[in-house]
């Protein structure tokens, strides 16, 4: 006697007949959603932040809106197109690390073409936008910023613990972008604007890196917390950057771009991060490497937003 075997039933309780089966398509809204996971906004909120100072801190007394919002834009969008080719081109090795499997791309919730396409598309449209409604000179330091991050810094990352240092200059334009977009020119302010996002990078990423070594090890990632197990080049890099940092930020004041007021703030602020990084070279452990990386999220929309706060409006 020939067996029967029953018909698979769908949900809602319908049977299918015999044939090949069909793949199911995902809902628009649930692709929609994992798109803008991939998109990183929280982070690309912070980097808006730091393109509005830039711009503010580069204008006249009176700002225009309608240019700053082209910029934001732009700024935006490259910054979106910029993590989206990051997440492609890391897929494989994003599902080797805890901190990352779950992302759109790995499970596939976004297609690796897909997320190039899209990538390509805001690079694309991100410098022609900035191009033609700002100027030039914008356009060309988004577009290296978008480069230098997705086709230097990513690779880099599988190669040599330098990664974070060039990856730390892409991360340094956004505010440097909001100055040429209000002054169409890099002169001092935004050279020193750049310098201090630059600074703050290195033990910002540290932390980060000394937080997540397994993850990283695991992901074949050459960050110094993995190349130096020891730690110890981590720790001393972290004391050093910061040492730097707290100088750097002192420039606003000393070049007038800020007034006292300011100077108050960033001396009290760095003094904090700078005893959150001795904590983190002595105790040596993952609560204080986590304790310096919240420092540090909270440390530079502080310093900046007091620093547009307290604009000199001389120095321009």
């Given at each position: 006697?020939?067996?029967?075997?029953?018909?698979?039933?769908?949900?809602?309780?319908?049977?299918?007949?015999?044939?090949?089966?069909?793949?199911?398509?995902?809902?628009?809204?649930?692709?929609?959603?994992?798109?803008?996971?991939?998109?990183?906004?929280?982070?690309?909120?912070?980097?808006?932040?730091?393109?509005?100072?830039?711009?503010?801190?580069?204008?006249?007394?009176?700002?225009?809106?309608?240019?700053?919002?082209?910029?934001?834009?732009?700024?935006?969008?490259?910054?979106?197109?910029?993590?989206?080719?990051?997440?492609?081109?890391?897929?494989?090795?994003?599902?080797?690390?805890?901190?990352?499997?779950q992302r759109p791309i790995p499970t596939e919730r976004v297609g690796k073409t897909a997320a190039v396409v899209f990538g390509c598309l805001c690079f694309a449209?991100?410098?022609?936008?900035?191009?033609?409604?700002?100027?030039?000179?914008?356009?060309?330091?988004?577009?290296?910023?978008?480069?230098?991050?997705?086709?230097?810094?990513?690779?880099?990352?599988?190669?040599?613990?330098?990664?974070?240092?060039?990856?730390?200059?892409?991360?340094?334009?956004?505010?440097?972008?909001?100055?040429?977009?209000?002054?169409?020119?890099?002169?001092?302010?935004?050279?020193?604007?750049?310098?201090?996002?630059?600074?703050?990078?290195?033990?910002?990423?540290?932390?980060?890196?000394?937080?997540?070594?397994?993850?990283?090890?695991?992901?074949?990632?050459?960050?110094?917390?993995?190349?130096?197990?020891?730690?110890?080049?981590?720790?001393?890099?972290?004391?050093?950057?910061?040492?730097?940092?707290?100088?750097?930020?002192?420039?606003?004041?000393?070049?007038?771009?800020?007034?006292?007021?300011?100077?108050?703030?960033?001396?009290?602020?760095?003094?904090?991060?700078?005893?959150?990084?001795?904590?983190?070279?002595?105790?040596?452990?993952?609560?204080?490497?986590?304790?310096?990386?919240?420092?540090?999220?909270?440390?530079?929309?502080?310093?900046?937003?007091?620093?547009?706060?307290?604009?000199?409006?001389?120095?321009?």
């Amino acid at each position: 006697m020939k067996a029967v075997v029953p018909a698979p039933i769908l949900p809602g309780g319908s049977k299918v007949s015999g044939g090949p089966s069909v793949p199911q398509v995902p809902p628009l809204t649930q692709v929609i959603s994992s798109f803008f996971e991939m998109m990183k906004l929280k982070m690309v909120f912070h980097i808006l932040i730091t393109t509005y100072v830039g711009y503010y801190l580069g204008s006249k007394v009176e700002m225009a809106s309608a240019l700053l919002w082209h910029t934001l834009l732009g700024t935006g969008l490259l910054a979106i197109g910029a993590f989206a080719l990051n997440q492609a081109i890391e897929k494989d090795y994003d599902k080797l690390m805890e901190r990352t499997r779950q992302r759109p791309i790995p499970t596939e919730r976004v297609g690796k073409t897909a997320a190039v396409v899209f990538g390509c598309l805001c690079f694309a449209v991100g410098t022609a936008y900035l191009w033609i409604y700002v100027n030039p000179l914008t356009s060309f330091l988004g577009g290296l910023t978008l480069v230098l991050y997705a086709a230097v810094y990513t690779p880099m990352k599988r190669m040599t613990s330098l990664n974070t240092l060039v990856g730390a200059i892409p991360g340094a334009l956004p505010p440097l972008m909001g100055w040429t977009a209000a002054q169409n020119s890099i002169g001092m302010g935004g050279m020193i604007l750049a310098s201090i996002l630059f600074f703050w990078q290195l033990p910002h990423f540290l932390a980060l890196a000394l937080m997540y070594k397994d993850d990283y090890r695991l992901g074949g990632f050459k960050m110094l917390s993995v190349t130096d197990p020891s730690g110890e080049a981590c720790y001393r890099h972290i004391i050093v950057q910061t040492l730097i940092l707290v100088l750097v930020s002192l420039f606003p004041f000393v070049f007038r771009l800020a007034g006292p007021w300011y100077l108050a703030i960033a001396l009290i602020g760095g003094g904090y991060f700078l005893l959150a990084a001795i904590s983190l070279s002595r105790r040596r452990d993952r609560p204080a490497a986590r304790a310096l990386f919240f420092t540090s999220l909270v440390y530079l929309p502080v310093l900046l937003l007091v620093m547009a706060w307290d604009k000199a409006i001389l120095f321009v």
